[in-house]
């Protein structure tokens, strides 16, 4: 509980109309423009920075980021100490705190089975969580910029590729993750709507497939790049013959390691304040074939790997186009196989250790 020593710059203010000389009807010199009253983000270590979620993936990534750049005020409760579906507790939480930034990366998230199994679950709770977190960021008036984070499910099942951000609400959805789907595009919407009425800094990213330290390596509700590594690992420590992985291993997938992402979230918190959602990926993408190859090579199994073609692919096709945030001057550091090679060792020494 508490703070663990963490998005963009405020909207500077108009300048006033520029006057005209009565003589000549030239402009005068122009004055110098008036400065912005706030500093930006990364020059503002000191604030509070509320980091929702920091135990998952991402939010766990950003904390760490944030705290290796000098911030010295990140603010953290885990879920037993505020159940962020819960308004009231959102609302005390904030006004008790008054977080002057907030990184909303809390969410319940789950791969195919999940999401087929308890639809009900993904998009009541996500929903909650975000009108909570962002209501409360309004209504408590000390939040100077909120960061919501969505997933690029959120898009058309059938969009062109590679997909911009004005794919959204373009088609039908992958039917197998449309709950979450759902509200994490509520979650977008929202963020825009209290832009427009309320003037809240409130801008929204959109990551492609993450993977890392902190990932969700359950047996039935993790994503497919954990569930891969999970089940080679325990193939080679039992011996066994094959590895059985489902579907046909001809999608195609993006994938960018979390301290990529959380690079590119302090990014965006300091350089962009705008309406439209943006895109953060690798810009890279291997068939989910290629992927349990690798992943086969760096867990080190000597079986054989099998696919399930009875079992459903998923999305065809899921490359982002990320050039709105590469042209703002970001981009990826981390190399895929150096990522799961890291990835597979923290698995090692806190997944399975901690079984032992």
């Known amino acids: 509980m508490g703070t663990v020593t963490a998005a963009g710059k405020s909207r500077p203010l108009p300048h006033p109309p520029q006057a005209r000389s009565p003589v000549l009807g030239l402009p005068p010199t122009p004055s110098p423009p008036l400065a912005d009253p706030h500093p930006s983000f990364l020059a503002d270590k000191d604030a509070k920075v509320f980091v929702a979620g920091h135990r998952g993936l991402v939010g766990s990534a950003i904390v760490r980021r944030l705290l290796s750049l000098g911030f010295t005020s990140v603010v953290v409760r885990t879920h037993a100490e505020?159940?962020?579906?819960?308004?009231?507790?959102?609302?005390?939480?904030?006004?008790?705190?008054?977080?002057?930034?907030?990184?909303?990366?809390?969410?319940?998230v789950g791969g195919i089975h999940a999401n087929s199994t308890y639809p009900a679950d993904f998009i009541a709770a996500n929903l909650q969580i975000q009108t909570n977190v962002v209501d409360a960021a309004?209504?408590?008036?000390?939040?100077?910029?909120?960061?919501?984070?969505?997933?690029?499910?959120?898009?058309?099942?059938?969009?062109?590729?590679?997909?911009?951000?004005?794919?959204?609400?373009?088609?039908?959805?992958?039917?197998?993750?449309?709950?979450?789907?759902?509200?994490?595009?509520?979650?977008?919407?929202?963020?825009?709507?209290?832009?427009?009425?309320?003037?809240?800094?409130?801008?929204?990213?959109?990551?492609?497939?993450?993977?890392?330290?902190?990932?969700?390596?359950?047996?039935?509700?993790?994503h497919v790049l954990p569930a891969l590594i999970r089940r080679f690992h325990e193939a080679k420590a039992t011996n066994a013959p094959e590895v059985v992985v489902w579907g046909s291993g001809s999608p195609l997938r993006e994938f960018l390691h979390v301290d990529d992402l959380a690079d590119g979230v302090i990014f965006l918190m300091d350089q962009y304040s705008g309406l439209e959602h943006v895109n953060v990926g690798s810009g890279s993408e291997v068939t989910i074939k290629e992927l349990a190859e690798l992943v086969k090579e760096v867990v080190g199994f000597q079986g054989n790997l099998v696919w399930d073609s009875s079992k459903p692919d998923g999305t065809p096709r899921k490359l982002m186009d990320s050039s709105k945030?590469?042209?703002?001057?970001?981009?990826?550091?981390?190399?895929?196989?150096?990522?799961?090679?890291?990835?597979?060792?923290?698995?090692?020494?806190?997944?399975?250790?901690?079984?032992?």
């Open 82 to 108: 505020l159940d962020l579906t819960r308004q009231a507790d959102v609302e005390a939480f904030f006004a008790a705190e008054r977080p002057r930034y907030v990184v909303l990366a809390a969410a319940k």
């Open 325 to 356: 945030i590469q042209g703002m001057g970001w981009k990826p550091k981390i190399a895929l196989k150096e990522g799961l090679v890291e990835t597979y060792k923290w698995y090692v020494e806190n997944v399975i250790s901690n079984k032992k």
């Open 138 to 222: 309004l209504r408590c008036g000390s939040v100077r910029k909120l960061l919501f984070l969505g997933s690029s499910c959120i898009y058309p099942k059938f969009a062109p590729q590679p997909i911009t951000e004005g794919s959204l609400l373009s088609g039908p959805l992958e039917p197998t993750n449309e709950w979450y789907a759902v509200a994490k595009i509520a979650g977008i919407k929202m963020c825009q709507a209290y832009r427009i009425q309320h003037g809240l800094d409130a801008v929204s990213a959109m990551p492609t497939n993450l993977y890392g330290p902190h990932d969700n390596f359950h047996p039935e509700n993790s």
